[in-house]
Nanobody, 122 residues
Framework: VQLQASGGGLVQAGGSLRLSCAGS????????VGWFRQVPGTERDFVAS????????DVADSVKGRFTISRDIAKNTVYLQMNALKPEDTGIYYC????????????????WGQGTLVTVSS
């Protein structure tokens, strides 16, 4: 399974970005997808996840009310809409996939994309 993360960039605090995670058509549909954030020298932290059918999603408490995860099944793409960004949201955002359901644990994921850098200036 190949995952392509995109949409990162430089934004001022309070701004918005939308990240995309595109997967290959044949293998992406039965997979749960998660987004994780990593700052150099630290572990990858859970941000959000969504199940294969988009019926169930989960977001970390630190981004609840600001970030939304969604999925366009027809386009084989998962989105992370990030609003009201804060400097502490800065990091490399990775999308990852596993069978059927999402998970908060990065150890549960089998496939990983290459990451996209988000920088929020104060």
């Amino acid at each position: 399974v190949q995952l392509q993360a995109s949409g990162g960039g430089l934004v001022q605090a309070g701004g918005s970005l939308r990240l995309s995670c595109a997967g290959s058509r044949r293998t992406f549909r039965p997979l749960g997808v998660g987004w994780f954030r990593q700052v150099p020298g630290t572990e990858r932290d859970f941000v959000a996840s969504i199940d294969w059918d988009a019926e169930t999603s989960d977001v970390a408490d630190s981004v609840k009310g600001r970030f939304t995860i969604s999925r366009d099944i027809a386009k084989n793409t998962v989105y992370l809409q990030m609003n009201a960004l804060k400097p502490e949201d800065t990091g490399i955002y990775y999308c990852a996939a596993r069978s059927y359901t999402g998970s908060r644990s990065n150890n549960d994921y089998t496939w990983w994309g290459q990451g996209t850098l988000v920088t929020v200036s104060s």
